[in-house]
């Protein structure tokens, strides 16, 4: 059982309370953008077998949207942080950094 | 390879079935072949077929990380049914249900096909209506499904409970000539027959890079080292992405895992396949006795081969309401498997970016009904660089917006 700590309002959740939003930091594609960044804003996902950012959504208590580090392979969980970023913070990049030395996942590492 | 038939029973039966050999082999493997396939589960081990039996091309090798027919082909409930609602799937799927009508004979090995019919139960007013559509769509398409009234469904199967207050049985989709086949069997058989005709079955060989040059590929690097090839097919399922990854394009599918379990054998109570929608639930008997039951998908991705427990329990407590009397069976065993879901429900058969390269994959979770008709289209893709039963499916249909959409159609799982 997945268990994530929802940053916004601090607990623990059970996966259960939780609902998967599927994979993080996208690129939002709008008008004017070419059919391949759309395909690829849409469709095209990392679906990495490891290390992955995702979205849960804190849905059984306080609503709020927020972004996991997790492993794919062995379900481990890195840390959970807001979503009002670009990319993750230095802390979670440190705690990835600990257990999975010289990790990158699309852009960043 | 010695032909099985009642000849050669009775002849190992006197000789204490000293005879029979090897199902299929574990050559060395060669430097370089004119074919090669990764994955030999069903659907890699169908296209090798077919590529030797429809082409005439027999320099081929599967290349297998873990056991053959590990993966997904061991690990499904084994539901055959060809019931879709848009053309190009109705196109494949009832071509691979009229290739395991006569599976056993093609192959020379009982694939234990059994066409013993499968009910979809419509259980909302929205199923109803959804299924009712997909009724008339098959019958345009010349798949034979009818749509039956809960009487029917009690006739045909007297162990369900149609009148339940939270799963009442409105109606259902019915297909006589769906069924069940013995899902190893059918990964043995292909394998013994693709040795038949000179094939390599690489067993526990990963692939671990793939080779390139001016945007074709030239090879693979496994843990036997490089072969060559002068075409690569992909057919991987879950790991799709993984092996997508190590050539340099990106897929838009999501590895999720779906669990199945099975109970302790019992005497026969149901001789048709059951699929219940609305609750995720899937329920047939198996020969043995066992009641095997299929549940829904995890909401996250993952690659561990276990799901979630609170998904099954979902999926049991709604069958127990529509079957009471499985409620105090004990479950034997539970296991999952790692489903590669597209976004429109709909697989992949498709050339990649990479000219000399074919993929196959995307087949989500119903990949099992779907393999030798799978392997029948992919293997003319790759031979002929084109195929009537595939050409809908190709990985350009996410860019132009041409979906082949069965989640939204009939809000359907597989």
């Given amino acids: 059982m ?31 953008a070419t059919d391949a960044e759309f395909e690829g804003y ?39 942080y807001k979503a009002q970023t670009l990319e993750p913070p230095q802390n979670i990049k440190d705690a990835i950094s600990a257990k999975r030395p010289g990790w990158t996942w699309r852009g960043f590492s | 390879m010695k032909r099985n038939s009642v000849f050669a029973v009775a002849r190992e039966a006197l000789r204490q ?41 027999t320099n081929v090798a599967v290349i297998e990380k873990g056991w053959l027919g590990g993966g997904n082909t061991g690990r499904n409930t084994t539901i055959i049914r060809s019931n879709y609602l848009q053309d190009p799937s109705a196109a494949i799927y009832e071509k691979a249900r009229s290739l395991y009508e006569t599976m056993s004979q093609d192959l020379n090995y009982n694939v234990m096909f059994s ?43 007297p162990i369900m409970n149609i009148d339940g207050p939270r799963y009442p049985v409105l109606g259902a989709l019915w297909q006589a000539r769906g069924g069940s086949a013995r899902h190893d069997a059918v990964a043995w058989g ?9 094939m390599h079955i690489l067993q526990k060989t990963e692939v671990t890079g793939i080779t390139q040059s001016a945007g074709n590929v030239t090879g693979v690097e496994t843990s036997r080292g490089h072969i ?26 999501e590895s999720v895992p779906l669990q199945a379990l099975v109970s302790e054998p019992i005497k026969p109570c149901m001789d048709v396949v059951v699929m219940a929608n609305t609750v995720h639930g899937y329920m047939s008997q198996s020969d043995k006795g066992e009641m095997v ?64 390269t074919f993929i196959n994959c995307g087949w989500g979770t119903g990949g099992f009904k779907a393999i030798p008709g799978s392997g029948w289209g992919f293997a003319e893709l790759m031979a002929k660089g084109e195929s009537p039963l595939t050409d809908q499916f190709g990985l350009d249909r996410f860019r132009a917006g041409r979906f082949i959409d069965e989640s939204v159609a009939a809000g359907v799982a597989h």
């Fill in chain 1, 2 to 32: 997945l268990i994530l700590n929802c940053p916004y309002c601090g607990c623990d959740k059970d996966e259960t309370e939780l609902s998967a939003g599927g994979e993080a930091h996208l690129k939002r594609f709008g008008p004017g």
């Fill in chain 1, 42 to 80: 849409l469709f095209g996902r990392e679906n990495p077998k490891g290390l992955h950012f995702e979205r849960w959504r804190c849905a059984s208590g306080c609503g709020k949207w927020f972004h996991a580090a997790r492993c794919t392979a062995t379900l481990e969980v890195f840390g959970t």
């Fill in chain 2, 17 to 57: 079935h000293s005879g029979w050999g090897r199902t299929w082999g574990n050559p060395e493997a060669k430097k370089a072949y004119d074919v090669v396939i990764i994955g030999a589960g069903g659907h890699g081990l169908a296209t090798a077929y077919y590529l030797g039996k429809n082409f005439g091309i």
């Fill in chain 2, 115 to 157: 066409p013993r019919g499968v009910i979809m139960l419509a259980q909302t007013h929205h199923e109803v209506r959804g299924y009712q559509r997909t009724a008339h769509a098959n019958s345009l398409q010349g798949v034979k499904t009818e749509f039956i009234s809960p009487a029917r469904v009690k006739e045909l199967c």
């Fill in chain 2, 190 to 198: 292909y394998a013994r027959a693709c040795t038949d005709m000179g």
């Fill in chain 2, 228 to 253: 060559a090839c002068k075409k690569l097919g992909m057919v991987v399922a879950g790991h799709a992405s993984v092996v997508a990854n190590m050539a340099g394009f990106q897929l838009p599918i």
């Fill in chain 2, 293 to 356: 039951i299929g549940g829904g998908t995890d909401g996250y991705n993952a690659y561990t081969q276990r799901g979630s427990f609170h998904h099954l329990e979902e999926t049991v407590r709604a069958l127990i309401e529509t079957f009471p009397m499985v409620s105090r069976l004990k479950m034997l065993r539970h296991w999952g498997g790692i489903v590669d879901v597209t976004g429109d429900r709909s697989p992949i058969l498709s050339k990649t970016p990479l000219g000399n």
